[in-house]
Antibody, heavy 122, light 107 residues
Framework: QVQLVESGGGVVQPGRSLRLSCVAS????????MHWVRQAPGKGLDWVAV????????NYADSVKGRFTISRDNSMNTLYLQMNSLRPDDTALYYC???????????????WGQGTLVTVSS | DIQMTQSPSSLSASVGDRVTITCRAS??????LAWFQQKPGKAPKFLIY???SLQSGVPSKFSGSGSGTDFTLTISSLQPEDFATYYC?????????FGQGTRLESK
C-alpha cells in the first residue's frame, strides 16, 4: 500500500533553514504530482506547495513563495521541501501528500504521510 | 487566491443524526472540490473528489453535492467514528486552498 514517510523536522531559530524529506513507496512515484501541506498546532490545514510528476513545474502558497522550494528525486522516490528564512508562523506539522490522479496538474490530494514537526523558535 | 469558507465552524450532533456541512468558494471552482476527514493526532483522510464522487472504500453514508461556489457534505446516520473535523479544499486553481474546518462533536 502507499506509504509516505516524512523526516527532517526539528527546532530551528528564526531566519535559519531546514530541509524536509518524504520517502514514498507502494506506488509509481514518478507518475504522480506531490504536495506539502502543513498544520499549525491546533489549527486547520494549510496547503504549502505542489510539484509536477516530472519535477518541471511547481506552485506555492503566497505565504512561502520565495522562501520555500519543493523538489523531487524520482530515482530515489523522494520529495523535498527546502525551507529558508524560517519564521515563527512556519511552526507546524508538515505533511507530504500524493495526488489522486497520475500526471494531471489539477488533482485532489489522496494519501498523506504522518507528518514531521517543525518548530521555529529562538 | 480563492477563499473557502465552511459553515458551521462546529456542530454538535448525536449518533444516528444526519448532518450537513457547507463550503462556499469565493469564485467559481466548477466541481474541483474535495472533502477530508481528520481525527485528532491523525493525518487527514480523503473522502470525496469532484464535489460528489466517493473515494474508494469510503462508506456511502457520506455524500457530496454542489458546483460553482456552493457545496455540501452530508453524513447520514452518524456513528461514533464519524466525530471528527472535516475540511473542504478547492483544486481548481493554484494556490489550492482549504476551508477552515468544521468540528463535528458528540452531543
Amino acid at each position: 500500500q502507499v506509504q509516505l514517510v516524512e523526516s527532517g523536522g526539528g527546532v530551528v531559530q528564526p531566519g535559519r533553514s531546514l530541509r524536509l524529506s518524504c520517502v514514498a513507496s507502494g506506488f509509481t512515484f514518478s507518475s504522480y504530482g506531490m504536495h506539502w501541506v502543513r498544520q499549525a498546532p491546533g489549527k486547520g490545514l494549510d496547503w504549502v506547495a505542489v510539484i509536477s510528476f516530472d519535477g518541471r513545474n511547481a506552485n506555492y502558497a503566497d505565504s512561502v513563495k520565495g522562501r520555500f522550494t519543493i523538489s523531487r528525486d524520482n530515482s530515489m522516490n523522494t520529495l523535498y521541501l527546502q525551507m529558508n528564512s524560517l519564521r515563527p508562523d512556519d511552526t507546524a506539522l508538515y505533511y507530504c501528500a500524493e495526488n489522486f490522479s497520475p500526471g494531471g496538474s489539477y488533482s485532489p490530494i489522496d494519501h498523506w504521510g504522518q507528518g514531521t514537526l517543525v518548530t521555529v523558535s529562538s | 487566491d480563492i477563499q473557502m469558507t465552511q459553515s458551521p465552524s462546529s456542530l454538535s450532533a448525536s449518533v444516528g443524526d444526519r448532518v450537513t456541512i457547507t463550503c462556499r468558494a469565493s469564485q467559481d471552482i466548477s466541481n474541483y472540490l474535495a472533502w477530508f476527514q481528520q481525527k485528532p493526532g491523525k493525518a487527514p483522510k480523503f473522502l470525496i473528489y469532484a464535489a460528489s464522487s466517493l473515494q474508494s472504500g469510503v462508506p456511502s453514508k457520506f455524500s457530496g453535492s454542489g458546483s460553482g461556489t456552493d457545496f455540501t457534505l452530508t453524513i447520514s446516520s452518524l456513528q461514533p467514528e464519524d466525530f471528527a473535523t472535516y475540511y473542504c479544499q478547492q483544486y481548481n486553481s493554484y494556490p489550492f486552498t482549504f476551508g477552515q474546518g468544521t468540528r463535528l462533536e458528540s452531543k
